[in-house]
């Protein structure tokens, strides 16, 4: 059983791409439950189908209960592992839950997805799954070795490279619904790293996809203060990200964290689909994208950010081949399903 925050299609974040890869893998005779909450901030959508629960509450302490009794339902006439993928921050629904699971002897797995990982307590949680090197690190210095393991993510996004030259065209997305985060996720640093680019060659075109449309007006206003197209603004979801990534040269990665334990799943995606990527420092990851041949890393200001692109563009068939082999070889989704695959039974075995 699967259970996380905003689990239904389309499928966006981290966790619901998470899930959405491992069910697709799993083998055919294997039974299964996604048991989802509502994600206040959005709207979730309809379920695939009867093995997908909502549960009820839209409120935190609501959701949990809900949650509670929807697992305790789901799992009580058959034998469960339950697989948790969601924020570590969320210490209601995860103390409840995981300390049902234990008192009904229940195996439990935690995919942390989010940072603040010392936020939680993970006592009674049976394997604790990190993404990135820091994350891991942390964990392992909180919990028993034993239980913390390292599955880097995977990627359904998948498009192979052709020799035709996509034009000097650059992607962003990742845009937060909260406004506190719109510095730290690099969003005015975008469009300071535009104009730099168009100072030094004015043919650069970027897109700007959007999901957080409470930022809506704040984008438009900003798009509309650079020259006219030079960004092309989308606002709304997509679930064939393979689309865009597939249609442009180079992907935009800006933390403004470089301690940021999170991993980007649309730089592996981008990665998969030989998008080259243009990053700033945040961990482990955008080292092993730079030592690839797959994109550059650069100091999070436009001038480097710029001449970064520029660097990308100007070699745009090897980047994006160096992309798409280091898609293909480190973060195959059914590599990364079959890890979890081999969790799952020796937890079950146990």
Not at 36 to 61: L, Q, T
Not at 103 to 120: E, G, M
Not at 245 to 259: E, I, M, N, T
Not at 285 to 299: H, I, K, Q, S
Request: charged fraction near 20%; proline fraction near 7%.
């Amino acid at each position: 059983m699967f259970v996380g925050m905003d689990l239904f299609p389309p499928y966006n974040e981290i966790q619901s791409k998470t899930v959405h890869m491992l069910v697709r893998n799993l083998p055919p005779e294997q039974p299964f439950r996604v048991v989802s909450f509502a994600n206040p901030d959005a709207e979730m959508g309809a379920a695939p189908d009867a093995r997908y629960v909502a549960a009820p509450g839209r409120s935190r302490a609501g959701s949990a209960l809900g949650l509670a009794a929807t697992l305790v339902h789901q799992s009580w006439f058959r034998r469960a592992l339950v697989h948790f993928v969601m924020p570590a921050n969320y210490q209601a629904f995860v103390a409840l839950l995981t300390w049902l699971c234990h008192v009904r002897r229940i195996p439990t797995i935690f995919t942390v997805t989010k940072r603040k990982t010392h936020a939680l307590g993970f006592g009674t949680v049976s394997a604790v799954v990190a993404q990135t090197r820091p994350a891991y690190d942390e964990l392992r210095g909180m919990l028993p070795p034993e239980r913390v393991h390292l599955v880097v993510p995977g990627s359904a996004e998948t498009v192979a490279p052709d020799a035709r030259a996509r034009g000097k065209t650059v992607l962003f997305v990742g845009v937060p619904w909260s406004s506190s985060d719109l510095e730290r996720r690099g969003v005015f640093l975008f469009f300071d790293v535009v104009r730099e680019t168009l100072k030094r060659d004015p043919e650069v075109r970027f897109t700007l996809l959007n999901r957080a449309l409470s930022q809506a007006s704040l984008l438009e206003r900003l798009t509309a203060e650079l020259p006219p197209g030079s960004v092309e603004l989308q606002h709304g979801s997509s679930d064939r990200m393979s689309v865009w990534y597939g249609k442009h040269s180079a992907f935009l990665v800006l933390h403004g964290d470089g301690a940021c334990p999170d991993p980007p799943l649309s730089a592996i995606e981008a990665c998969c689909c030989g998008c080259a990527i243009v990053t700033t420092p945040f961990n482990g990851l955008a080292r092993d994208l730079v030592v690839a041949g797959a994109g550059v890393e650069v100091a999070p200001s436009p001038q480097a950010l710029a001449e970064g692109i520029l660097t990308v563009l100007g070699d745009e068939a090897r980047f994006r081949a160096n992309a798409f082999e280091l898609g293909r070889t480190q973060y195959d989704e059914r590599a990364f399903s079959a890890a979890y695959q081999r969790l799952y039974e020796r937890l079950q075995n146990e």
